[in-house]
């Protein structure tokens, strides 16, 4: 596909540089796009040519970072002279062998889950964590052996310019609104999400929650359907029996763990954790590694992670938590009064169901950044005590004074950080180095 093509890399971030290093093994001549005017290019030891005025008409392919809008004006330009765009999830298919690739995505739990698998299935072999997480999925994809394990937590942004991909396992965590200001509508996001299964057939499996509406959306798969569910008994897959996870496949019907072993809170964590547990399973990983592996499991940074304990009040960093329904189940999660802080960059969110069901659980809300404003405005609307700061450190500072002995300071913003922080990553370890100055 990829032999004497002229190939465009737009975006030279993590995942283009992935992409060059990659392409750079190839016959192939390779362009590069970056609106990024501070760019070093002097680090960058592969060949390639920067993209000029008359050269897109020359373009064969264009391999899309995800942090580029779909309506970016080269890419539809692009697309008026027919050129095909792929993301670098396609790209790392199209030139990996690697016959055990697992994928996984959703609205919340994809890093979670991910992560957890990968620490499972490390236990039996070499394994890559890779996509959001990790590496970038193009640097490792001509690395891993046939028989190796890729797991991909996959993004709507990746999976839209996807067209063979077709990974071994498939697990689709839930799907709610989300990245409408790049999808523009509800329907656009389900479809870029549902396309993991797209190209499945019957000799590859789909992990599907029961729990979650897209269930009814996916009946026509032509794969191997297991389901995961914390409120329906005896589905083909996991489920909950008095507080024990089960797995049933068939007449096999197995006791995995008890969730008082499991270490990360919340009931949402342990729909991921069945999530990971089918995917072992479909790979014959032993129930005893299964067991182990989940019981040392600790969760992962910014995902409700516990910060520190101060005259105690108890600190948690939930960055990652850039939706209404993330944050929802973060404060779900906490089991005492919680100072929550949030607000960011303005994603076209809706936050009035968030407001209604959190309510009952918070002390306060402390908000800042661009949605500080419009968050407030819903919150007074079910009566919750509001507070507009004008950062961060103001924020944790405020809720210090507002909380009391045995309460939660939770950061989960429900948006994206990008009006102040370069990343949810950068924004969390700023509330962590704050707290842990306190």
Request: aromatic share 8%; glycine share 6%.
């Amino acid at each position: 596909m990829f032999k004497d093509k002229k190939i465009l890399v737009m975006g030279l971030g993590i995942t283009g540089r992935a992409c060059l290093k990659a392409l750079n093994q190839m016959p192939c001549k390779v362009y590069c796009y970056d609106e990024n005017k501070d760019l070093n290019l002097e680090d960058i030891e592969e060949d390639f040519v920067m993209l000029k005025d008359g050269d897109l008409e020359n373009i064969d392919i264009i391999i899309k970072s995800p942090g580029i809008y779909p309506d970016h004006p080269l890419l539809e330009k692009a697309r008026n002279l027919g050129i095909k765009i792929i993301s670098d999830l396609e790209f790392a298919y199209k030139i990996s062998s690697c016959k055990n690739l697992i994928a996984i995505t959703g609205t919340n739990g994809k890093t979670t889950t991910t992560t957890l698998v990968g620490q499972i299935l490390r236990q039996v072999n070499k394994t890559y964590v890779v996509g959001n997480i990790g590496r970038g999925i193009s640097e490792i994809a001509l690395e891993a052996k046939n028989n190796d394990f890729i797991v991909i937590e996959a993004s709507s942004f990746q999976l839209e310019d996807t067209h063979e991909f077709k990974p071994k396992v498939a697990l689709l965590t839930y799907v709610t609104k989300d990245h409408l200001d790049w999808h523009k509508t509800e329907d656009n996001y389900r479809n870029a999400k549902y396309k993991i299964f797209a190209n499945q057939d019957k000799d590859d499996f789909s992990i599907i929650n029961y729990d979650d509406r897209s269930r009814e959306d996916l009946k026509d798969l032509k794969s191997n359907i297991y389901y995961f569910s914390t409120e329906k008994k005896d589905v083909r897959g996991c489920f909950l029996d008095d507080g024990k996870i089960i797995f049933k496949d068939g007449d096999i019907r197995e006791e995995i763990i008890d969730i008082k072993d499991i270490k990360i809170p919340g009931i949402h964590n342990v729909k991921n954790v069945m999530g990971a547990i089918i995917i072992a399973k479909i790979f014959n990983v032993s129930n005893d590694i299964i067991k182990q592996s989940i019981e040392i499991f600790s969760g992962v940074e910014h995902r409700i992670e516990f910060v520190k304990k101060v005259n105690g009040v108890s600190f948690y960093n939930d960055s990652k938590g850039t939706n209404p329904d993330s944050t929802l189940v973060a404060v779900k999660a906490m089991t005492n009064k919680t100072i929550l802080i949030g607000g960011g960059y303005d994603k076209g969110s809706d936050f009035n169901s968030l407001m209604e069901n959190i309510a009952p659980n918070l002390r306060s809300l402390i908000v800042f950044g661009q949605t500080g404003p419009k968050m407030a405005k819903e919150a007074k609307n079910y009566g919750i005590e509001v507070f507009i700061v004008k950062d961060l450190p103001a924020a944790v500072k405020l809720g210090v004074s507002l909380a009391k002995k045995g309460d939660s300071i939770l950061l989960s913003p429900a948006c994206a950080s990008w009006d102040m922080y370069s990343s949810y990553e950068e924004r969390g370890k700023h509330f962590k180095k704050i707290v842990k100055e306190l």
